[in-house]
């Protein structure tokens, strides 16, 4: 069956940087585009990047243009989301979703002083 196990979450300062991962297995990864999405305390669930199924398009909401970036390795069947310039705005469950209903565990990301 489908699994997405997403890791590297944490606490980080404001101004400071993650980078999550998402393990994929159980469908043809390389075939498929993959999402992030966050969603904070209180707060509906949010895409948050988007990556298609080469890497070749990339989309990413508004408030994380030019400090996030999603990326993939087909060969390994990851996804990743480099967080840089974090902000406290930031602070989120992130998860990995594939086909829009396949969804991982989460990973919690708090940006905090």
């Known amino acids: 069956q489908v699994q997405l196990v997403e890791s590297g979450g944490g606490l980080v300062q404001p101004g400071g940087s993650l980078t999550l991962s998402c393990a994929a297995s159980?469908?043809?990864?390389?075939?498929?585009?993959m999402s992030w999405y966050r969603q904070a305390p209180g707060k509906e669930r949010e895409i948050v990047a988007f990556?298609?199924?080469?890497?070749?398009?990339?989309n990413y909401a508004d408030s994380v243009k030019g400090r996030f970036t999603i990326s993939r390795d087909n060969p390994r069947n990851t996804v990743f989301l480099q967080m840089n310039s974090l902000k406290p705005e930031d602070t989120a469950v992130y998860y990995c979703?594939?086909?829009?209903?396949?969804w991982g565990q989460g990973t919690q990301v708090t940006v905090s002083s």
């Open positions: 159980g469908f043809a990864f390389s075939m498929n585009a």
């Open positions: 990556i298609n199924w080469s890497g070749g398009i990339t």
């Open positions: 979703n594939t086909m829009s209903r396949y």
